[in-house]
């Protein structure tokens, strides 16, 4: 079958943006790691390597622009002196960005960036006499690269270990395809057959389902030969254009002089054994190619599968699991009603076994397919040193910024929504928090601040912490400002406490900054992280310390599909809370409950527990003998009592989305659908523990509850019409 070119186009520009991000991302790491080490050969070649493969990609995909430009920044990188030049970073820092925008342009079809700063700057960069042209013939012979670890797969490494302990030096081989050849795939295997007799070939780079593996080939090569015979055996005629043979790692006298290893040697001891390595193409597959090595020091292959999905698709799956465990509800209502009118019917038993296996089937393959949306939240935490530099630098700050925690899982959507919300507390902890070095000394503080990103699992929750060692919160600064800015009376924030006051950082509007800056100032940060948070189902938590820094603590659920949730019942109307959030169950009488400034509280286990009546609450002096339930809650590390009139139990909820102009409110997250048809909402517990503090205590109780009230049946009848697809 022909693949039309249009469609071969196509997928060759997926392939290229998606490759495209992994580049740019290293281009950023490696140049941070160039500011803090100027002049290191090793990070510049490494750079140099990483912005010839984006030139490459993007000249086969047809974006011209983007090419040239990494072709006349890769120029000023082949020239020698160049890892000296002071400006170096900042120019690769530059360059990272308009290569990110130029990206953009080419996805979503908007105007080119301007690229006529960047080009006077590779330009100055190239004029500066230290930077030569042409190396020197005469210049002493450059000592061997530093060997640094890389990811290699385990016959790579199991490979090169045994091709050192033979006595063989380390080359790197790099062919340019001649650009006539007709054959270029096949003119790889050539050059690798005619090699093969000098010595071993332990990896080779691009891959070939790699835009650029007809153009150019690497190879790392353990040989006891001369780089000169190696690279005569590369030279052929109307298939290698360009030839560079470069020494990594010279011979080992000593182990020449032992026995060779033989083939059953552990791969124990050959990854304990095995010397870290600079590695060929950044972001390329680790996958050894080309002819099978010789069975004297080659293991079997050991391949890696890595099958790259869009998550609409995944999520796809997951939506229809969903249906899958509404199905399973429905059937085991209907065996449930089946038993009740049959109780003596034989067949009830193998329903019933039938109904079991199911189950488990079904908890296995929900259970699977989360584990396919889980990523690691090194994904998102790579992309804050970068930020943390850049926002440092505009506000004058020294920081330092320490990740870990990176291979913690965390859903894939999840994660996305919360790298807006931790973006600002980073920004905000550099801008608001850290102190200037000189005011830090004088405190008695390292003059370089520090700032942790740290993330962990905690139950079925993941908690992701932004700490820094700054100046902490003055909880009397910001009372002071939420009274001029009208957000509360003197009289009001007098009884406020620390925890209270602290809260009014996540109001609309609010900002303790003097001046308004490109970073901060303008109060509209934190108001996002808590609007995401509450749609994410997620709780912050302030720890803060004057004058010794402050911890945001952000708590996210594994999942936003599916939740085991524990439903009762309010005025004939059903809800849902998640079961991670009930400590426990209380029963108790309306003539228990007690008004405190017109609050109702509960005296429960020695303690005053605040209560959060969904429904209508009971008229003042009025006191009804009705049996209460009363769920208490946790929210924001505190203690609240749901007042329900009855329980209807556990149930794992498939989570379906309401539309926003069905159900106006932030009090519900959802909606689901149970086996007997009935809608449950649930309920968004953050925002309803806002809307309990919000409430004047000239109300008696939480009588505005009645809006969600008011507006659940409309909801109820919306998801029922549409199947569950709301």
Not at 441 to 448: T, W
Request: proline letters at 5%.
């Amino acid at each position: 079958m022909t693949i039309p070119p249009e469609e071969r186009n196509s997928e060759l520009m997926d392939l290229f943006f998606e490759t495209s991000q992994e580049l740019l991302q290293a281009l950023n790491e490696e140049t941070l790691q160039l500011e803090k080490h100027p002049g290191d050969e090793e990070i510049v070649r490494s750079i140099r390597r990483t912005v010839h493969t984006l030139k490459g990609d993007s000249a086969a995909c047809g974006l011209r622009e983007l090419s040239e430009l990494a072709h006349h920044f890769e120029n000023a990188l082949n020239l020698e002196g160049t890892a000296g030049h002071t400006a170096l970073a900042e120019i690769a820092f530059a360059a990272a960005d308009v290569f990110t925008a130029m990206l953009a342009s080419y996805h979503g079809g908007g105007p080119m960036p301007a690229t006529a700063s960047l080009r006077r700057k590779i330009d100055e960069l190239t004029a500066t006499p230290a930077v030569k042209k042409s190396r020197s013939k005469k210049s002493a012979p450059r000592a061997p690269r530093a060997v640094r670890e890389r990811d290699w797969t385990p016959a790579e490494k199991l490979v090169l270990t045994q091709a050192q302990s033979a006595g063989l030096a380390l080359f790197e081989i790099v062919v340019k395809i001649d650009p006539h050849c007709t054959m270029p795939i096949a003119a790889r295997q050539l050059i690798q057959n005619a090699i093969s007799g000098l010595g071993q070939v332990i990896a080779v780079r691009p891959d070939l389902k790699s835009p650029t593996a007809s153009r150019l080939l690497e190879i790392m090569f353990g040989s006891a030969q001369s780089k000169e015979e190696i690279a005569t055996k590369c030279r052929i005629p109307t298939i290698a254009d360009e030839v560079t043979v470069t020494l990594v790692q010279a011979a080992s006298t000593q182990a020449a002089s032992t026995p060779k290893p033989s083939a059953t040697l552990s791969a124990e001891a050959a990854t304990a054994a095995m010397p870290a390595i600079a590695s060929l193409a950044p972001g390329a597959p680790a996958q050894a190619e080309g002819p099978a090595p010789s069975p004297e020091i080659a293991p079997q292959a050991l391949l890696e599968n890595i099958l790259r999905v869009d998550a609409a698709r995944i999520d796809n799956v997951l939506n229809l699991v969903g249906e899958l465990i509404i199905g399973k509800s429905m059937l085991q209502q209907t065996l449930g009603e089946f038993s009740q009118r049959y109780p003596k019917e034989m067949l009830r038993g193998k329903f019933a076994d039938a109904m079991a296996f199911q189950s488990r089937v079904l908890n296995d393959l929900q259970r699977a397919v989360m584990k396919i949306r889980m990523v690691p939240v090194e994904q998102l935490f790579r992309r804050f040193p970068r930020v943390a530099r850049d926002v440092a630098r505009q506000c004058g700050r020294d920081v330092d910024l320490e990740l870990s925690g990176q291979e913690t899982d965390l859903d894939k959507g999840i994660l996305d929504a919360v790298a807006e919300p931790l973006t600002h507390l980073l920004r905000n902890a550099i801008s608001h928090g850290i102190e200037s070095s000189d005011e830090r000394v004088k405190l008695g503080k390292p003059p370089r601040g520090s700032i942790r990103l740290h993330a962990f699992h905690q139950g079925n929750q993941v908690v992701v912490e932004v700490a820094d060692d700054g100046r902490g919160m003055d909880a009397s600064r910001i009372r002071a400002k939420a009274i001029a800015l009208g957000m509360v009376t003197a009289e009001e924030a007098a009884a406020l406490t620390e925890a209270q006051t602290i809260e009014f950082i996540f109001r609309p509007g609010f900002s303790t900054a003097e001046v308004v800056t490109e970073v901060s100032g303008r109060g509209v940060g934190m108001d996002v992280v808590q609007t995401v948070l509450h749609r994410l189902k997620a709780t912050i938590q302030i720890e803060t310390r004057l004058g010794r820094g402050t911890t945001f603590r952000l708590k996210l659920p594994l999942t936003l599909a599916i939740i085991k949730a524990l439903m009762f019942w309010v005025e004939g109307r059903l809800y849902a809370i998640p079961l991670n959030a009930v400590n426990q169950i209380a029963r108790t009488t309306e003539g228990e409950v007690h008004q405190v400034d017109n609050y109702e509280v509960l005296p429960l286990r020695n303690q005053v527990l605040p209560l959060l009546r969904l429904g209508r609450p009971a008229a003042l002096g009025e006191r009804r003998a009705d049996k209460l339930f009363v769920l208490v809650i946790t929210v924001r590390e505190k203690k609240y009592g749901l007042i329900v009139d009855a329980l209807e139990g556990e149930e794992e909820l498939v989570i379906k989305a309401l539309d926003s102009q069905t159900f106006s409110t932030d009090l519900v997250n959802g909606a689901s659908i149970l086996g007997d048809g009935k809608v449950v909402l649930i309920l968004n517990l953050p925002a309803v523990v806002e809307h309990h503090a919000r409430s004047r205590p000239q109300e008696p109780g939480l009588a505005s509850f009645g809006v969600l009230l008011n507006q659940a049946d409309r909801a109820r009848f919306a998801l029922s019409a549409t199947g569950g697809k709301a």
